[in-house]
């Protein structure tokens, strides 16, 4: 008992150095943080995918989280506390639990930064190595380990890192994950070499390795009573290279990956290596941007773990090449990556009708057209005898130059003005192809092909009071068939938000599938703090209303969402 | 393992209440992020010379973060006339749709201080949940306003903000 005091006088004698140093140390030691809770009241709706075997019985869920963040002088430290009580319906249950699964120490001046602990970390775009946290999504593939970030000179930086990945809750015992180290080089031509500082041409230069290690494994495969071995590489490497060029209005960006042989659960134990290379060309200026990038990923799948089939413990990150929708509808067939094998393009300009002219108008008009198309790959057997993709074999070949099935098409135009000084119209027009069977695992199903047109309106009551509309119609034969939408918001700058909404897929097939997603919500916000109550039936996707963006999962029931920040 | 996390943190936090000096008047963190083009860039080097800053968190599929830019773009220049604010937008658009940022920023004609945080960096470091969030600066680059969501009509509480912080004063906590 008198040792715990002790111990606790210690403790405290401890800080004494640090409230001395904290005097004579430039910048003044500063905690923020912040937190976040959603929850969630659940009746069973068959129709959203919330059955009764999915919610178990546990009607009630919460996502909650906080984060907290200390820094003095060169030093960081933080952590952050997370609680899903139990997940909210549409993230993986293997997350229920509460902890502290991110915490990190760090200290950084302008040529030395070492964190230990926790961190997500990106080498170039991410093809090779990423990890971040996307809360609304569920999704967070932090380090665990360290990492050192070092520029020896002005214009020339590197980073290492070693640690193992976030997998649930499970701490790193038993090999149930591998161990992964990355080092990345990047080399800023113009601040480098003195004589290339002034040039109008910009020059980034960057390469990465990254290697994975996990226990060796075999596989065993009994085929015409002969039974295969094989073994599992317990060292997976990768490595890839990126270059950066821009001038003026000019900007292109190539990053090629190149994976060596990862046979895994995700793509059947083949022995094939993986390629992803991605471009970009953009031109612009003011008033006009000009965009065009093509991508093409075979074999891309690189997970911590060669077992792991969940959308966890992923190493890199391909990105999608489709065009992001802002609006509901437009998001109601949207395209996912198939890391396995596609080839994409995407093509944008955005104008602005400078405002003064004629078709201008007084505040100007804004068009914007888009063009996104993606095929699977065209895979070839390695030989007559072996079918593509067979475990234990190198696969396929795929030649660079011809494509596969067509996955998905989309072609958009937008179009936005302010008239006068009450009413801003935004319109929108998308048709989008969707191969349903292979995007969303659907077999057999027919290729969707759908239009979808939007209308938003925004109409200035006063200075702070504004009412906006929302009109969305989805039209397609396939699938679920036809949908409109109409939403109505009416909103007091800067703190009150309401609003209803209805999304009724009246064209569907099944006369009792004909079903209405409707809810009223409303959202209070000061400052940063911000607190929402909805209510009713939502479906999965990105939702925009109540002044702020968020990812949703499917819900039928009441909401609360809590956010703040200090 | 939990009590010795809450020990640490709470010894870390006692520093700063010996320190005497207001704790929750943040500088903004020194994180590296990214020029439109790729370079990299240090937030601490985000400056205006003593006048007013404006870090507004932006993706290019958040609608609300898009309409709030596009209404501060309007009057931004009567802002900078009275105040001599900089609006610095950060867009935490990643891979997806980094390489799209300039051409849309040119393309909608917005004159801000463009940035990418491609992996959130920045945005964890100051806490941001939902976009859009915005923070005012003040002349020693702390933070003393924040806010997040956006109605129209909601930048012209912004603007009395910024002429407030551009004459010196206190904005009151809890605003």
Redo the contacts between chains.
């Keep these: 008992m008198i040792l715990k005091k002790f111990s606790i006088l210690i403790?405290?004698a401890?800080?004494l150095p640090?409230?001395i140093l904290?005097?004579e140390i430039p910048?003044?030691?500063?905690?923020?943080?912040?937190f976040?809770i959603d929850a969630q009241t659940y009746h069973p709706d068959e129709a959203l995918g919330i059955t009764d075997s999915v919610l178990q019985g546990k009607t009630m869920r919460l996502n909650g989280y906080g984060?907290?963040?200390?820094?003095?002088w060169r030093f960081?430290?933080g952590?952050r506390y997370e609680a899903y009580l139990p997940p909210l319906a549409g993230y993986d249950p293997n997350y229920q639990g509460q902890?502290?699964p991110y915490?990190f120490v760090e200290y950084?001046d302008e040529k030395l930064q070492v964190t230990a602990g926790h961190f997500?970390?990106?080498f170039g775009?991410?093809?090779i190595l990423?990890s971040?946290?996307q809360?609304d999504l569920g999704y967070d593939n932090s380090f665990n380990g360290l990492r050192v970030?070092y520029s020896p000179v002005s214009g020339l930086?590197f980073k290492a890192l070693i640690g193992v990945q976030r997998y649930y809750w499970e701490p790193f015992a038993d090999d149930n994950r591998g161990i992964v180290r990355g080092f990345d080089g990047?080399l800023?031509l113009n601040?480098a070499f003195n004589a290339l500082k002034e040039t109008k041409t910009?020059v980034?230069l960057g390469g990465s390795f990254v290697s994975k290690y996990e226990k060796m494994r075999t596989k065993t495969l009994i085929s015409d009573t002969v039974k295969y071995e094989y073994q599992l590489p317990a060292n997976v490497a990768s490595a890839g290279g990126r270059v950066?060029i821009?001038n003026g209005?000019f900007?292109f960006?190539t990053e090629y990956t190149h994976k060596f042989n990862n046979p895994s659960a995700f793509n059947n134990y083949i022995y094939k290596d993986g390629q992803a290379l991605?471009s970009?060309l953009?031109?612009?200026?003011?008033?006009?941007?000009?965009?065009i990038?093509a991508k093409r990923i075979d074999n891309m799948s690189y997970k911590s773990k060669m077992t792991e089939l969940n959308n966890v413990l992923d190493i890199n990150?391909i990105?999608?090449?489709t065009k992001?929708?802002?609006?509901s509808l437009e998001n109601v067939y949207p395209y996912a990556t198939q890391l396995n094998g596609e080839a994409a393009i995407q093509g944008?300009?955005?104008?602005?009708i400078p405002k003064g002219t004629k078709l201008g108008g007084k505040?100007?008009t804004?068009l914007?057209l888009n063009y996104s198309r993606v095929h699977g790959l065209d895979k070839q057997a390695i030989a007559d005898s072996i079918p593509v993709d067979s475990t234990g074999t190198l696969g396929y070949k795929a030649p660079w130059f011809k494509f596969g099935d067509l996955y998905y098409q989309s072609i958009s135009a937008s179009f936005e003005k302010?008239i006068g000084k009450k009413v801003?119209l935004n319109i929108e027009y998308v048709h989008i192809d969707y191969n349903i069977e292979v995007v969303e695992g659907h077999p057999g199903a027919e290729m969707v092909h759908a239009h979808e047109y939007n209308i938003d309106f925004?109409y200035?009551l006063?200075?702070?009071?504004?009412l906006?509309l929302e009109y969305e119609q989805l039209l397609t034969k396939q699938d679920k068939g036809d949908w409109a939408m109409l939403m109505l918001e009416y909103?007091?700058?800067?703190k009150w938000?309401f609003s209803i909404m209805d999304q009724y897929n009246y064209g569907n097939p099944e006369k009792n599938k004909q079903l209405h997603y409707y809810i009223a919500a409303m959202?209070f916000?000061?400052?940063?703090h911000?607190i929402s109550l909805a209510y009713g039936r939502q479906r999965e996707g990105?939702l925009?209303v109540?002044?702020?963006?968020?990812q949703v999962p499917a819900s039928n029931g009441f909401t609360i969402n809590i956010?703040t920040?200090? | 393992m939990k009590k010795k996390l809450a020990l640490i943190l709470s010894l870390f936090l006692s520093i700063p209440l010996f320190a005497q000096e207001g704790i929750l008047e943040r500088t903004i963190p020194s994180v590296d992020i990214k020029t439109m083009t790729g370079e990299i860039f240090n937030t601490s080097e985000i400056d205006n010379a003593g006048k007013p800053i404006v870090i507004s968190f932006f993706a290019l599929w958040c609608k609300p973060c898009l309409r709030e830019l596009t209404a501060i773009s309007d009057v931004y220049q009567d802002w900078q006339d009275a105040t001599g604010v900089k609006l610095v937008a950060i867009s935490i658009d990643d891979a997806r749709s980094m390489a799209n940022v300039m051409p849309t920023v040119n393309g909608n004609s917005w004159e801000y201080e463009f940035y990418c945080d491609p992996n959130g960096d920045f945005k964890r470091a100051m806490g941001v949940n939902m976009i859009p969030h915005i923070f005012v600066l003040n002349s020693q680059k702390q933070v003393v306003y924040q806010h997040t969501s956006y109605a129209e009509g909601g930048e012209n509480e912004l603007f009395e903000i910024i002429k407030k912080v551009a004459a010196g004063e206190e904005i009151p906590a809890g605003k």
Excluded at chain 1, 462 to 466: D, L, Y
Excluded at chain 1, 491 to 494: H, Q, V
Excluded at chain 1, 525 to 528: E, F, K, S
């Design positions: 403790l405290l401890l800080t640090a409230y904290a005097q910048g003044n030691p500063t905690v923020h943080g912040n976040q984060d907290i963040r200390f820094s003095m960081n430290a952590l902890g502290i915490w950084g997500y970390e990106q775009m991410g093809m990423r971040y946290e809360w970030k930086n990047e800023m601040d910009r980034i950066s821009s209005g900007n960006y991605l970009s953009s031109y612009s200026q003011k008033g006009i941007g000009v965009y990038a990150f990105p999608p090449l992001q929708f802002v609006y944008q300009i955005i104008y602005t505040y100007g804004k914007e302010k801003k925004t200035k006063s200075s702070t009071k504004s906006r909103n007091i700058a800067p938000f959202a916000v000061q400052g940063p911000r990105l925009c109540g002044g702020v963006c968020r956010s920040s200090f």
